[in-house]
């Protein structure tokens, strides 16, 4: 039987998707919305501090297609202040006129398929710390999906032996080196803690590459025989000053 890979958790993660009750929303008063505009920018604000501080991290964009309108993705030390922030989103005046569309839990996670060669402490390593606890970039795209690796019959992930696995994933991160500059990956493990076993979340300064990238990990051998996929969410960066305008109707 496999041996299970150690990780090493961050930050806890939730990605939070809404689809905006346009109808409602815009039979609200002008100067009512506006006010419930300021609200939600104030809780940006807030959101900012604690990114100045590195107490966490989070990133706004608008979804396209039918399946949300917006994406929050929101990171924080433990599953409580998550939660905190879950709910006072939710006690906001503009989330009565949202609609949750998609959720997902889980924790910023590294394996130890490539561990440091000289034995040393991950944690002492900055450029560790910098994955586990990332401050998420500001690029125009993000994308997002969840996934498994696959147990079915002969395609078992989980019953191959560490060596096998860890080969597997060197091919793996060596296709997603090619992408460096253009693709930044936050790899969050959700095993035990929602439906699927692992977020992936990518962000690019242009669309075009998630499709380049995720087109080509399809054939390393870890995605094309023990792969499985879940929606995909796919949106543009939405920067506090644009929310006005994106509200706007
Ligand atoms: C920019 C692209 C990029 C790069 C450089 C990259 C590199 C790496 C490395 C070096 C490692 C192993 C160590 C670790 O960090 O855990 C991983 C790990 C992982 N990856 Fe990855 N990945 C990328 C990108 C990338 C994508 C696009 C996907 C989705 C797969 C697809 O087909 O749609 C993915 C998935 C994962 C997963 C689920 C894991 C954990 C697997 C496990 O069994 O534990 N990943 N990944």
Redesign the pocket.
Known sequence: MGEA?Q?LDGWFCLHDLRKIDWASWKKVPSEERQSMIHEFLNMLESWQTVEDNKTGSHALYTIVGQKADIIMMVLRPNMQELNDVETAFNKLKLADYTIPSYSYVSVV??????PPKDGSDPLDSPEIRE?IFPILPKWNHICF?P?D?KREGSDN?YSLPMKE?REL??A??M???K??GK???I?T?STGLDDW??G?T?FAHEALQFKK??YE??F?E??AKY?D?GQFFVGNILPPEKVEAFLHV
């Open positions: 890979s990780t996670e590294l394996g130890n398929y490539m994955r999906y996934m690796k992930w696995r994933m060197r793996h991160g296709t997603g080196r992408y460096a693709i930044k990956q790899i493990g076993e692992w992936v990518l990238l995720i990990m399809r390393d870890v995605s792969g996929f």
